[in-house]
């Protein structure tokens, strides 16, 4: 509101400037006063550029008034300021990438006493917006937030908690780095004043012995898993034959029974056909045909009686 009524008056001070010169140019007696306005209209125009400041997206300003240091940050954007008394400072808010150790190493330890190097690491951070004026008033060089012993000893704390396997996992060792980094530098400058964002170490390795050694054992373990596999499948591979082979045993077992009932029901059903009429039908044409006969069970047995 402060801003708005500042703009408001300025335009109708250089309105009402405008309106008189241009009266006092029409009157030939005050024609000598208009040197004089115009020098009025050039302070004005002056005051007015140095009554206002543009806070860039990114950024806030810092503001201070003979030396005396706002702590409230001017956000992005239009901003009103004292002209020739309050001065603006502009502090970068936006996350930076900081490289450490292009050209160097860490050497460390892991938790089982093996030595490991890192090198070429990155750190991306930012100042929050609302620790700005605290950053201009006791920072003397903004640039260089992070130093490199806090990097360096950040990545050897956290190295010496994992195993070898693990602190070669960047998915491992750069969360844990984050974390004991960011504590590092809240103990520096104090909580929510410097975000560490993300770190990434793009060069982890072992002395070349130990490499070999790793290298050798990795080896083993990926001939061991494929031994596993190759085991599992002719386990596998057996257990489905011999489950083949019992189905079809099975199946031949079944087949079997079920021709022996037909077949045993078949013979019953020609024993049970053999009726005593049929008998005595058969008994009295084989007497016309062969004389005296004996017909014997189901089987019939004929003999011929001498």
Known sequence: MEIVVTIIGVLIALSSIGYIMYKA????????????????????????????????????????????????????????????????????????????????????ETSERNTVQFSDITVTCQILPERSAWIYANVTNADNLIPETLVASAVKSASKTLNPVDVTNRSVIEPKTLKVLQESIDGKYGENTIKINKVVIS???FDKEYDERISKKQQAQIEYETQQINNKKSV?????????????AEADAKAKEISSNAEANANKKISNSLTKELIDYELAQARKSHGWITVQGANSIVTKDN
């Open 236 to 248: 596998e591979k057996a257990e489905a034959d011999a489950k083949v082979k019992q189905r079809q």
């Open 203 to 205: 060069q982890i390795g």
């Open 25 to 108: 140019y029409e009157e030939e007696e005050v024609k000598k006063s208009i040197p004089a306005s115009l020098i009025v209209l050039g302070i004005l125009v002056i005051v007015l550029g140095q009554s206002f400041t543009i806070i860039p997206t990114g950024y806030t300003g810092v503001s201070s008034k003979f030396g005396q240091i706002d702590n409230r940050p001017l956000s992005n954007g239009l901003n009103f300021k004292m002209p020739f008394v309050q001065h603006i400072e502009l502090i970068n808010n936006k996350q930076q990438d900081v490289k450490y150790y292009e050209d160097s190493l860490i050497e460390s």
